[in-house]
Each structure stands twice: as C-alpha cells, then as structure tokens.
C-alpha cells in the first residue's frame, strides 16, 4: 500500500501537466474535443507503432507515459459530458465480463509479488477501455469504424515500408524481420495484421476503386508475412 501512494503521488505533477495541457487543447481547439473521431485513432497508432521517446526499461519513456496518460484523461472527461451536456448513460455498454476482468486486474494488486507493476498494467486497462468507449461513441455518431481506422493504417503502413525501401538497416531486425518504423518486429506485425482486417473488409464490402485495394492488400500480406 505505501509503494502504491509512494506512486500516486509520484504521478502529481505527471497528471497535473496531462490536465493543464487537456485544458488548453479544449479551451483554444475546441475542434479537438467534439470531433475525437478525427484524430483519437491516428494518436493512439503512432504512439503504439512509432519509435518515439523509448526507453529501455519496459516503463516507457516520460513522453510516452504523459501522451497515454494525457490520451486516458481526455477519454475519461469526455465520457463524463455528451455533446448534449447530459449525463452519459455508455457504461451499459460494456460486456459484464469486461467490468469483471477489470475488476480482477485492481484486485490482483492484493496478491501480487511486484503490486506496484500490477496497479499501473489496471490502469493502463482501465485508460484503453475509456478510449474505446470513445471511438464507440463517435460509432453511434455515424463514424463508423471501418472509417476511422483505415487512412491512419494504411499511412503508418506505406511510412514503414517506404522508410524499409530507403534504409533496410534501420527497419529489419537482426533476422532480418521487418519492423518498419516500429521498435519490434512483433510490433509491426500487428500493425500489418490490423491492415490485413481494414483492407480485407473493404475488399469485400466497397465496390468503388476495388483494384487498389486489392493491391493494398497484397502489399499489408506481404509486410506481414
């Protein structure tokens, strides 16, 4: 328990900075705050792929823990305000079993040999279920998400290869997989999954320029194999 407050109030100044910078961006961008669907996913896949502020010490990078922390408050307050001012009734929307698991993950903090790791892997859990509350909301608000998510794919997709065809030794691994503009080949390998699914879909759903997203695909299959 007192490593868990030693690291709450380690975090002060960290949430405080994530707060006074969610203020500003909705004060003077208010663009920023109605329109999640605009921007959220294209943050949250350059964060996830890019090999931005790493650190060798599996915590990440002080950059990297105000982004995603800055990206889960935001999630948080804009869940607690609907565009209408009401108060937003989207917590139905989550599985019981998902409530339940996240339940577990605080709980297991209890028990745990490092409960200090525990209790920061619950609130990352916590902080990606609000932001997938959000891009559900901008669903229901006729965003869906095949259109949210397939532009940021696909250019964080063609970005990796291009940086793979310009310099080959900053984006294969020792054995020679690649990780395009990602810090692991694992990494880059989900990216790829992730456009094989967006590209697949449209694919089959789209009937408008069908040619080139069959050639897109081929070239996600490619970059995941």
């Known amino acids: ?73 935001f999630a948080f307050f804009r869940m607690l305000v609907k565009d209408d001012g009401a108060t937003p009734t989207d917590a139905h929307s989550v599985p019981v ?27 990352q859990l916590f902080g990606v279920l609000l932001l997938a509350l959000v891009i559900l909301r901008s669903t229901d608000k006729g965003r869906p998400l095949q259109a949210q998510i397939q532009t940021p794919v696909l250019v964080v997709l063609l970005a990796g290869l291009l940086a793979a065809l310009i310099s080959p030794s900053l984006t294969f691994d020792t054995d020679q997989s690649l990780r395009g503009i990602s ?16 590209l697949g879909y449209l694919a089959i759903t789209s009937h408008t320029r069908k040619w080139l997203t069959l050639v897109a695909l081929g070239v996600a299959v490619v970059s995941l194999a």
């Open 97 to 123: 079993l998902l409530w339940g698991m996240l339940a577990y993950a605080f709980a297991s903090v209890m028990w745990s040999p490092i409960p200090l790791t525990s209790f920061k892997r619950a609130l």
């Open 183 to 198: 810090s692991h080949k694992n990494t880059w390998g989900q990216l790829s999954l992730l456009a094989c699914l967006t």
């Open 1 to 73: 328990m007192t490593l868990l407050l030693a690291y709450v109030v380690e975090l002060g100044p960290l949430l405080v900075l994530a707060a006074l910078l969610g203020a500003v961006l909705a004060g003077y961008a208010p663009w920023i705050w109605r329109h999640p669907e605009r921007w959220l996913l294209w943050a949250i896949l350059i964060l996830a792929i890019a090999k931005v502020g790493d650190d060798s010490s599996g915590e990440g990078s002080l950059f990297r823990q105000i982004t995603w922390g800055g990206l889960f408050l």
